[in-house]
């Protein structure tokens, strides 16, 4: 992280600071934005192979594309999802609640 950067990051810092991670690692080479995996299989059972099967999200045919990989992460991200908590007391805050999706 630059030394010059917030503790708390905007969203458009920390998109800089993504970009810049990708950018010293040489990364970008193996980032596919606009890209829907349709299927993962394992492809051994000591998990070693996995055979993914994606499409790009904006090309009109039904066209996948498959490829060996020797390892995938799944990262869906934290807050794709509401999942408000509830807790003793919620009824009477007179704030509002929101969860960290609808945070801009």
């Given at each position: 992280m630059p030394d010059d950067f917030p503790n708390y990051l905007h969203?458009?810092?920390l998109l800089e600071y993504l970009r810049l991670y990708a950018d010293h690692f040489q990364?970008?080479?193996y980032i596919r934005l606009g890209t829907e995996v349709m299927s993962l299989e394992q492809q051994s059972d000591d998990g070693r192979q996995w055979s993914?099967?994606?499409k790009k999200m904006k090309d009109s045919?039904?066209?996948t594309t498959s490829e060996l990989f020797d390892?995938?992460?799944v990262c869906v991200g934290i807050n794709s999802y509401t999942n408000m908590p509830s807790f003793n007391g919620q009824n009477e805050?007179?704030?509002e609640?929101?969860?960290g999706v609808?945070?801009?």
């Open positions: 969203h458009s810092k990364l970008q080479q993914v099967t994606t045919t039904d066209a390892a995938v992460m805050f007179e704030g609640l929101i969860h609808k945070y801009r």
